[in-house]
């Protein structure tokens, strides 16, 4: 397969997966109010959004795209204590998963354009993700 066809195929497979982490944070912000309880529900949104950010993460790095495969690690890593149950899902961290899949189809989207780099930004998320409970 061409550099080409193959960039083409992660741009439209990626942004499928975030339309779909999307459509999950979604659903876990309409079906909740206050602190987000640990339900079947939940945990399959939850699992949703971490299988996303991974085949995000696994396809940029295959195309050596770093700020994708950067955000995408950053954002897998603080999804596996809500998905291991570890830790609750908070409205403060549904924001920071909203916040993080904003700036993860901003870099999806600088692709094409060469841009395969963290932005300040992007580097100042992560610090964020690092540093939230």
Not at 54 to 80: D, F, N, P, Q
Not at 104 to 112: E, Y
Not at 115 to 129: G, I, N
Request: glycine share 8%; hydrophobic share 45%.
């Amino acid at each position: 397969m061409d550099a080409a066809r193959y960039a083409a195929l992660f741009l439209s497979e990626s942004r499928e997966h975030l339309t779909e982490v999307d459509d999950a944070l979604l659903a876990l912000e309409r079906e909740h109010a206050g602190p987000i309880a640990k339900t079947e529900t939940t945990g399959a949104h939850i699992a949703t959004v971490f299988r996303g950010v991974h085949t995000i993460k696994g396809m940029a790095a295959a195309m050596g795209c770093a700020a994708v495969e950067h955000l995408s690690h950053a954002l897998e890593s603080r999804c596996e204590p809500l998905r291991n149950g570890d830790e609750p899902l908070g409205s403060d961290v549904l924001a920071l998963l909203f916040d993080g899949t904003d700036l993860l189809r901003t870099a999806v989207d600088a692709v094409p354009g060469g841009r395969t780099e963290l932005t300040s930004a992007m580097h100042a998320f992560v610090s964020r993700l690092g540093s939230a409970p």
